[in-house]
């Protein structure tokens, strides 16, 4: 029984972009975690705390996308090996100061939110609604932890408003 109404084959291309933000929410995660670990100096307690909140939702949006590419009837990518060849958001180096740090997280950010915008426009044109709102969700979250921090640097970085614009 086909339960979506909708045959795997005809969402190849969702899946695929799954599979690609799986693979670059993956990588986030461990820069989050990393960060998390290597924070000092005054910022420690802000963005410690920030950074484990983050993973903690990167974690569970990873699940939710491995799960969602089950779903549609395909197979979700398992190793980090395939992680990094797929990967949009490229490993950071753990010896960042505070403003790197979160420069770094809102240029991840800013590429995750680009990759969903793109699979919801790829979800709609094949009428797979879950997929949209599942994705759509996230994106308004992470919109908001972007807009966090971008409020936390906006002082010290005003360069980055400039590149919003
Ligand atoms: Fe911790």
Redesign the pocket.
Known sequence: MNYLGIKASELNSVAKELNKLLASYNIYYQNLRSF??HIHGNSFFDL?HLF?QYYNQAKSNIDEIAERILTIGHKPDGSLKTYLQNSSIDEAEDLLQDAEMVNCILQNQTILISSMRDIIKTASSKEDEGTIDLIGGMLSKIEKEAWLLFSWQKKVQSGFLQNLN
């Open positions: 998390h670990w410690h484990e």
